[in-house]
């Protein structure tokens, strides 16, 4: 059996008709499954839950997720056993940052296929972020139900890229650029205005070796497993998705001219060169910050905070791709 969790609204409303496609598979190979279409923000996480949560004959719990990034975060955010479980990803979303280091057919049908043999083909870090102190600041589209941890599979971060997925969460230019197949436009936009007025504060970053960082003024902090974020910006080019380790990217007192001068160069993975942009590996991090800052996983943003610790879950989701 297989559990089928489609975002009908994923490539602005287009993921139903490639899901479409895609379910004849089933029919023809005449493989048993059950699907369940999502409806809004937090509903994967409850679908998850539900799923693996109950006890189950049949193990392992084969789920297929179809979305984007963050589609796929709610699935693992709401999963509650991983040993049990073997997960399928069928990336249709404007960014697609998981799979980009994943060397996956670019055929939605061939992936299918790959997924439905059933196999467990790799495993891949996962990210556990908690929240030390949380605010009464949500996003725009938080889900109901807030909870003091969040899973995630490509990064998570506080600051300015956080910033960034806050406001593209609630884009009309995400929408209209997906539908001209530009929605990677979409983050690049909203960059450039966020660089523009970004709130630059003091922060202390704590590592797992011990190791103390102070900035007077920091743009923002990411932990990495996968190299890129926000639509293809590469902000950790040596990043293994499953080494058990964060690639962290540091951004420090960078001047306005200076922010746009570092995009192209994070966008090709040659930002370290630039003073006051930092890089460490570390398995945890302990990130405070004077005032709250929204905080992402995997571009979902639900609220600010000023103390969250990040940890590495080395090899912990079971890929059918």
């Not at 479980?85 to 049908?109: A, C, H, Q, T, W």
Request: aromatic content about 10%.
């Amino acid at each position: 059996m297989y559990y089928c969790i489609i975002n009908p609204s994923a490539r602005s409303g287009r993921g139903g008709n490639i899901w479409g496609i895609l379910e004849n598979k089933f029919k023809e190979k005449n493989i048993p499954y059950k699907v369940v279409f999502t409806n809004g923000p937090g509903h994967a996480i409850k679908i998850a839950n539900k799923l693996t949560q109950k006890e189950s004959e049949e193990l392992p719990i084969k789920i297929v997720v179809m979305g984007g990034d963050g589609t796929l975060n709610e699935v693992v955010s709401g999963i509650q056993d991983f040993d049990k479980v073997l997960l399928g990803y069928i990336p249709v979303g404007s960014s697609n940052d998981f799979v980009r280091d994943m060397n996956l057919p670019s055929n939605k049908e061939e992936i299918m296929d790959r997924i439905l043999e059933g196999k467990e083909l790799r495993r891949v870090d996962l990210g556990l972020l908690r929240y030390n102190h949380m605010t009464k600041t949500l996003s725009r589209l938080h889900d109901a139900d807030l909870n003091t941890t969040r899973h995630f599979d490509v990064s998570s971060g506080i600051g300015f890229d956080a910033a960034v997925c806050e406001e593209a969460l609630a884009s009309n230019t995400k929408n209209f650029l997906n539908k001209l197949h530009l929605g990677k436009l979409t983050y690049l936009s909203i960059a450039i205005r966020q660089i523009v007025s970004a709130k630059k504060i003091p922060c202390d970053i704590e590592l797992d070796d011990g190791q103390t960082l102070h900035l007077d003024h920091f743009l923002f902090v990411a932990a990495m497993i996968h190299p890129y974020e926000g639509g293809g910006f590469k902000f950790a080019p040596d990043a293994v998705h499953d080494d058990g380790y964060f690639n962290i990217c540091i951004v420090g007192d960078l001047s306005v001219p200076k922010s746009f001068m570092a995009l192209p160069f994070a966008y090709v993975g040659k930002h370290y060169n630039i003073k006051g942009i930092y890089h460490f590996k570390a398995r945890r991090i302990t990130i405070k910050t004077m005032l709250p800052m929204w905080v992402h996983t995997d571009g979902e943003v639900y609220m600010k905070s000023d103390s969250i610790t990040m940890e590495c879950l080395e090899k912990k989701l079971s890929l059918m791709i």
